[in-house]
Structure formats: C-alpha cells, structure tokens
Antibody, heavy 123, light 108 residues
Framework: QVQLVQSGAEVKKPGSSVKVSCRASGGTFNNFAVSWLRQAPGQGLEWVGRIIPSFGILNHAQSLQGRITFTADTSTSTVYMELSSLRSEDTAVYYCARVRAYDSGGYSTFDPWGQGTLVTVSS | DIQMTQSPSSLSASVGDRVTITCRAN??????LNWYQQKPGKAPNLLIY???SLKSGVPSRFSGSGSGTDFTLTISSLQPEDFATYYCQQSYRIPRVTFGPGTTVDIK
C-alpha cells in the first residue's frame, strides 16, 4: 500500500521560496496524478495543483499563477512543489495526495494523503 | 469554480446519536461528491466517494446519499472516534476540485 511521506516544516521570510517534497513509500507514482492541497490555520481545504509525473501534465490553481512549480523525480518516486514570492497568507499546512480513481476512472478522489508540511511565512 | 456549502458548520452530539451533515453545490455535479474525515493535526481521510459508495474499510455506520446539488453524510450511531471535522468535495470539475467549509462534530 502506497504511503506518502512529506518533508519537514519550514519557516520562511516574505518574498522567499519554499520547496516541499512528497515521496511515495511502498510504491510509485506510475500513471497516477499527485495533487497538492493546502489548509491555512483553522481553515478549510484548498486545491493548489497537480502533476502527473508519467505524462508531464501540470495544473495549478489560478490564484497561484506564476508563483507555483511542480516537478517530479520518477527515479525516487518523489514529487516537489515550489512556491515563490511567499506572503503571510501562504502560511498553511501543505498536503500531497494521490489522485485515486474509482469505478473505471470515473470517480476521482484523494487517497492517500501525506502527513502534511507546515509552511510558516513570517518576518 | 463550483462552490460548495455545508450545514451545520458545527454540531454537538453524544455517543450513539444519529448525525446528518448536509452539503450543497451551486450547480449540478451529478454524484461526483466525496466525503472526508479530518482529526486535529492529521490529514483528511476518504470516507465516501461517488456520493454513496463507502471506501473499503470504512465502518458501515457511515453512509452518503444525494445527487445533483444536494448531498448528505449520515453517521447512524456516533462513536467516540467519530468526533472530527467532515468535508465534502466535488470531483465533477477535475482537476480544479473544491471543498465545502467543513462541519465539526464535537462531544455534547
């Protein structure tokens, strides 16, 4: 059973960048999409973007246009999310999650999730 | 983006109670609706997909229903481990999915 293991918490200054990793343990990302989501303190869940490593497909939330990058290293089954020009409102727990489709691909879910990476943006 | 709402935002209940949470989409999403459970400090866990299909291993006291714009999550007999926050999520317009704001179930 695939588990997703994320990198540790980060504290960053406004205007800097952060790179968070997500490694598949016990499996690979072959032919799967990995989505990134975030949750600001005490708030709900927001989709950030996705990468399909095997096909090089990338999508991201419009609100993060120009600031977010997704990459993958298939040799280590690791995907990365890099967010630049950080602002205080980017403070959140960032999750990676495998996109799992049920019923011949018709129903897309997030399962499993990584443990989350807290990114704090503070001067 | 498809907007999702949930009600109530929070509720207090006792062990053994029947609990119902409502989720509404601002346009029809057929049955492309998932439910997740999140406990404090933990990542969400998938409970139900396709509005009413229980993920393998999820207790049968959880059930989902609905189609179109209105959906419900029901816990038939609340257990101590069920105190958590529940989120609905539309998967109709992938990859740009959206979540409801969450419903927190706490102990009365």
């Amino acid at each position: 059973q695939v588990q997703l293991v994320q990198s540790g918490a980060e504290v960053k200054k406004p205007g800097s960048s952060v790179k968070v990793s997500c490694r598949a343990s016990g499996g690979t990302f072959n032919n799967f999409a990995v989505s990134w989501l975030r949750q600001a303190p005490g708030q709900g869940l927001e989709w950030v973007g996705r990468i399909i490593p095997s096909f090089g497909i990338l999508n991201h939330a419009q609100s993060l246009q120009g600031r977010i990058t997704f990459t993958a290293d298939t040799s280590t089954s690791t995907v990365y999310m890099e967010l630049s020009s950080l602002r205080s409102e980017d403070t959140a727990v960032y999750y990676c999650a495998r996109v799992r489709a049920y019923d011949s691909g018709g129903y897309s879910t997030f399962d499993p999730w990584g443990q989350g990476t807290l990114v704090t943006v503070s001067s | 983006d498809i907007q999702m709402t949930q009600s109530p935002s929070s509720l207090s209940a006792s062990v053994g109670d029947r609990v119902t949470i409502t989720c509404r989409a601002n346009q029809s999403i057929s049955n492309y609706l998932n439910w997740y459970q999140q406990k404090p400090g933990k990542a969400p866990n998938l409970l139900i997909y396709a509005a009413s299909s229980l993920k393998s291993g999820v207790p049968s006291r959880f059930s989902g229903s609905g189609s179109g714009t209105d959906f419900t999550l029901t816990i038939s007999s609340l257990q101590p481990e069920d105190f958590a926050t529940y989120y609905c999520q539309q998967s109709y317009r992938i990859p740009r999915v959206t979540f409801g704001p969450g419903t927190t179930v706490d102990i009365k």
